[in-house]
């Protein structure tokens, strides 16, 4: 079974500041990942997406987040916060070779950036 | 970027009421759709997979009798949750997926159902 894992609730960050979102995941194939934004009370916006070739994936609003197959991770980086990007951010995993081909979603992780 | 849209973003209902709740693919074809609920400060929880012309596919737990799917074309599903009851209150998210490729899916804006 496919799994997701964000260690943290929840990321303080100083407008101006790096911001880095954890994610992990566990599949027995390989993994196609992605990181969605929400907004309150709104569906989940993509952000960025990794299915194969450079590790390090570039996406919306100057996001862009690492694949480390040796760490089973995908973490999602900001080099420069914006007040704008406090959200929830979800990371997400697709097995490709799974039956049913479903995406399975982490805990989500809420992004506060304070001005 | 496809968009999909969802009718309506808000309802209140009654207890013992049905809703309907529409999801559409506005600018691809969708042969596959999916429904989600979400809890306050919650993930998503894959409801059912609705594929166009077929029978959708449940995950365990979710009653199929409570939250009728009909995937009539490749660009529209709807949700009922027939006799609702306020324990159904939730925010429910459809998403659809392009065909081929990495199969992408995009997410509707999502519709806050609260039964009173």
């Known amino acids: 079974a496919q799994s997701v894992a964000q260690p943290e609730d929840q990321v303080n960050v100083a407008e101006g500041n790096p911001l880095t979102v954890k994610c992990t995941y566990s599949v027995s194939g390989n993994p196609y990942l992605f990181w969605y934004v929400q907004y309150p009370n709104r569906g989940l916006q993509f952000l960025l997406k990794?299915?194969?070739?450079?590790?390090l994936v570039k996406g919306s609003y100057g996001f862009e987040a690492e694949f480390n197959k040796s760490q089973t991770s995908f973490h999602l980086k900001k080099p420069s916060a914006l007040v704008s990007d406090s959200a929830l951010y979800f990371c997400?995993?697709?097995?490709?070779?799974?039956?049913?081909?479903?995406?399975?979603f982490g805990g989500g992780t809420r992004v506060l950036v304070k001005p | 970027g496809a968009v999909v849209s969802q009718h309506p973003s808000r309802v209140i209902c009654k207890s013992g009421t049905s809703v309907k709740i529409e999801c559409r693919s506005l600018d691809f074809q969708a042969t596959t759709m999916f429904w989600y609920r979400q809890f306050p400060k919650q993930s998503l929880m894959l409801m059912a997979t609705s594929n166009e012309g077929s029978k959708a596919t449940y995950e365990q737990g979710v009653e199929k009798d409570k939250f009728l799917i009909n995937h009539a074309s490749l660009t529209l599903s709807t949700l009922t949750v027939t006799s609702a009851h306020p324990e159904d209150s939730s925010f429910y998210i459809c998403?659809?997926?392009?065909?081929?490729?990495?199969?992408?899916?995009?997410f509707g804006p999502g519709t806050r159902l609260t039964v009173l």
């Open positions: 997400a995993v697709r097995d490709i070779g799974a039956a049913g081909n479903k995406l399975t």
């Open positions: 990794y299915i194969t070739g450079d590790n």
């Open positions: 998403s659809a997926r392009l065909s081929g490729g990495a199969q992408e899916q995009f």
